[in-house]
């Protein structure tokens, strides 16, 4: 059964910084891996997909990479702003399942100014 | 297009009444899910649907919860009776085949007193 952890579960930093969020899942048979982004009160949003095939996925200040063979993922968020404070968490489809996504608790990152 | 639209954004109720929460995908979308968040336990699947067709439902709780998808453009999860352990926020999402990207509504609040 798909484990997903995500290390740490709260993060705070200055305005500027670049950081690394970390997430480990157990079962590497994956389709592919995703992160979302969840603000207070709202639904989650889908940052990166990766597939299984690929190693990275970028998209402006992120970058994700996917290990499959250690079982870890890693979002890098490059120049924070105080707008990238939310909860980030990651996903990883259970094996033999097509749909079955399982979540992460997530970090919850404050980014001061 | 709108995304994915959910109804109610909040619900409260009285212990022992019937709740239905709708969902209505992405047009295009052939995959729905229905999760469930709480600050407990996180996001847990609870049904998927693949075409209409119920993949996976073994995370529906127990009896009292039902979900439905009549057509591509429409599903509810049914909760009847409700208890105050039922309280949390209930996601749709929806994707285009199972394990492509997922997109979440903005939820459904729910408090059984």
Known sequence: KQEVTQIPAALSVPEGENLVLNCSFTDSAIYN???FRQDPGK??????????SQREQTSGRLNASLDKSSGRSTLY???SQPGDSA???CAAP???SQGNLIFGKGTKLSVKP | DAGVIQSPRHEVTEMGQEVTLRCKPISGHNSLFWYRQTMMRGLELLIYFNNNVPIDDSGMPEDRFSAKMPNASFSTLKIQPSEPRDSAVYFCASSFQGPGELFFGEGSRLTVL
């Open chain 1, 33 to 35: 891996l995703q992160w």
């Open chain 1, 77 to 79: 968020i490059a120049a």
């Open chain 1, 87 to 89: 909860t980030y968490l």
């Open chain 1, 43 to 52: 639904g989650l949003t889908s940052l990166l997909l990766i597939q299984s």
């Open chain 1, 94 to 96: 259970t094996g033999g």
